[in-house]
């Protein structure tokens, strides 16, 4: 059963959530808040399936998500695009684990969406498409190691990129855990209520535009940086926690597209960063 929970956490890593929250309760419900470097807010939903006494697990995820991209601030002014613009993405993710083994794992995770300004009708140009396989082994009770590829239909580059995925028991109170190249964490356990750490991920969003509004065929506005501080979790139960993540995000980046052609690009100033998520397990 444990190799069941180490799974759907790394599930919960790869999709975004924070580590450990449904150990014990992995259907639930989860929303998040950014307010710094640019407004997000997200809200899922998840029901998990067992077969074969739990060797065989689908997850079934909605995601529901905005983003207001300020154009002011960028200085980006493209056909009758306003200072500010507030994208919406809508998505299903099914995750899919399989116990190969008392010790080796594989998940497979297809996730297909809309993400747009829903300026127009809506049609395949707003859709999303991404793929996850990993492999993973676990090493006793302490180490989890795993690597595997990753497809996006919208996520630059376009081909699919390796990736390895870890989670670590350092000590009794320290834990670390990650996907590289993309997030890693390091918590301390200061009380049983208390987790404190720092952090560091890259953040990318991927919308399609009105093409009346931005003057070419087929666009897609992407927004990416990379983001590194302090972090903090509650555990208000083992069903229930806060998470809290603050800093500073760097290497700033906007980019218009027409399909998959680059039409312009702007580098951005660093920015502060400061997002809260609550999880709750049933």
Known sequence: MKNIFTC???????????????????MGV????????????NASASFPLFFAEGKT???????????????????FSQG???????????????????QLSQSWQMLVMPAAGLASDFGGDISSD???????VIFIHTFGETLSLGSGVVYSLRDEPVFPVPFLIFEWTIGP??????????????????????????????????????????????PWLAYSDV??????????SKAVQLNLEGGYAFFRKFKLFDG???????DLDGKGYLKASLQVGM
């Not at 759907?8 to 992995?26: D, M, S």
């Not at 989860?30 to 807010?41: N, V």
């Not at 983001?227 to 208000?236: D, I, K, V, W």
């Open 8 to 26: 759907f956490i790394l599930f919960l890593l790869i999709t975004g959530a924070n580590i450990n929250v449904f150990a014990q309760q992995i």
């Open 173 to 218: 109170k320290v834990t670390a855990q990650g996907i590289i190249p993309d997030n890693a964490t390091v918590l301390y356990r200061l009380h049983p209520v208390v987790e404190l750490g720092v952090f560091v991920k890259s953040n990318s969003l991927n919308h399609h535009g009105n093409p009346e509004k931005y003057v070419v065929d087929n």
């Open 80 to 98: 009758s695009a306003g200072d500010t613009e507030q994208f919406q993405a809508v998505s299903y993710n099914l995750f899919f684990m399989q």
């Open 126 to 132: 707003d859709a999303t498409l991404k793929g996850i």
């Open 260 to 266: 998959f052609d680059e039409e312009s690009s702007i």
């Open 57 to 75: 697990i689908f997850i079934n995820t909605v995601e529901y998500g905005y983003s207001v991209y300020d154009y002011d601030d960028w200085g």
């Open 30 to 41: 989860s929303a998040s808040y950014g307010h710094l470097p640019l407004k997000t807010f």
């Open 227 to 236: 983001s590194a501080g302090p972090t903090a979790q509650l555990h208000f």
